[in-house]
Structures are given as structure tokens and as C-alpha cells.
């Protein structure tokens, strides 16, 4: 029960100490940018480098940690990284170029976290999951 209280902590913890906000622009001829912002309470940033398990964030948090997640996938690459650290947050704004939105659907972390093309009847759906039930029933 101490475990699942300490997990249950650890959690309300770190989702109150992490702001994120994401902007996708598309051209017409599909290609475009992601550019992902956050602000990470340097409490919660700082817990991790000090942990032999790495990073306590979920998210990227440093240039060769975008470079890896986007390794390997044709027409992703990362266009820019900023990171700005403070006495209380870390911000990282990294902007994220591609040739198709296809392309952006192909990469791991995305795929993951539910971003996804669908084309049917001449027409392609991006979807993307915001938020899931919390018992990952849908």
C-alpha cells in the first residue's frame, strides 16, 4: 500500500510540474513543422540526472534525445532545440520538420503516443490522442 501511495504521489507530482504545448503547421504540399514547448519544474528535471534510471520526464529533455527519437526516419529532422533553465523551470522548445505529415506519423514516439494519418476515400484524417482513460479502457 506505501508503494502505491509513494507511485500515486510521485505522479500528481510530476503532471502539476510539467506544461506542454504543441503546434502543428501544415503546407499544402503536406510538408510542415511540429514545434513542441514545455516547461519542467527543475525539481522533477534535476531528480532524474540525480537517479541512476535516468530521467524522471517522460519527454525528451535534451538536443540527443530528440536526435534519437527521430533517427532513422526518412524526411524527419530536427529543425531547432532551445534550452533555457531558470531557479525553478526548464523550458525546451524544439521544432520539428518534415516532408510529409506520413512521414511525422512514422516516428516512434509519436506512433506511441497515438498520432496518426488515415487516408480513405481520397482523403487523409491526422489523429492525434490528447488524453486517455485513466484505466486504459478508451
Same mark, same amino acid.
Request: hydrophobic share 45%; glycine share 10%.
Given at each position: ?33 511540429? &514545434?513542441?514547448?514545455? +516547461?519542467?519544474?527543475?525539481?522533477? %528535471? ?5 537517479? $541512476?534510471? !535516468?530521467? =524522471? @520526464? ?36 524544439? &521544432?520539428?520538420?518534415? +516532408?510529409?505529415?506520413?512521414?511525422? %506519423? ?5 506512433? $506511441?503516443? !497515438?498520432? =496518426? @494519418? ?21
Amino acid at each position: 500500500m506505501r508503494r502505491l501511495l509513494l507511485a500515486g504521489l510521485c505522479v500528481v507530482a510530476l503532471c502539476s510540474c510539467v506544461s506542454v504545448e504543441s503546434r502543428l503547421a501544415i503546407g499544402r504540399d503536406g510538408s510542415g513543422t511540429l &514545434t513542441l514547448d514545455y +516547461r519542467v519544474s527543475r525539481r522533477v %528535471a534535476d531528480f532524474g540526472r540525480s537517479t $541512476a534510471t !535516468g530521467s =524522471a @520526464v517522460p519527454l525528451p529533455m535534451e538536443r540527443e534525445d530528440f536526435r534519437r527519437a527521430l533517427d532513422g526516419v526518412e524526411g524527419v529532422r530536427l529543425a531547432r532545440y532551445s534550452r533555457r533553465v531558470d531557479d525553478e523551470t526548464v523550458r525546451i522548445r524544439a &521544432t520539428v520538420a518534415f +516532408r510529409a505529415v506520413e512521414d511525422l %506519423a512514422r516516428v516512434p514516439a509519436l506512433r $506511441a503516443a !497515438g498520432f =496518426a @494519418v488515415v487516408a480513405s476515400g481520397g482523403t487523409r484524417t491526422l489523429t492525434e490522442v490528447v488524453a486517455g482513460s485513466p484505466d486504459g479502457a478508451g
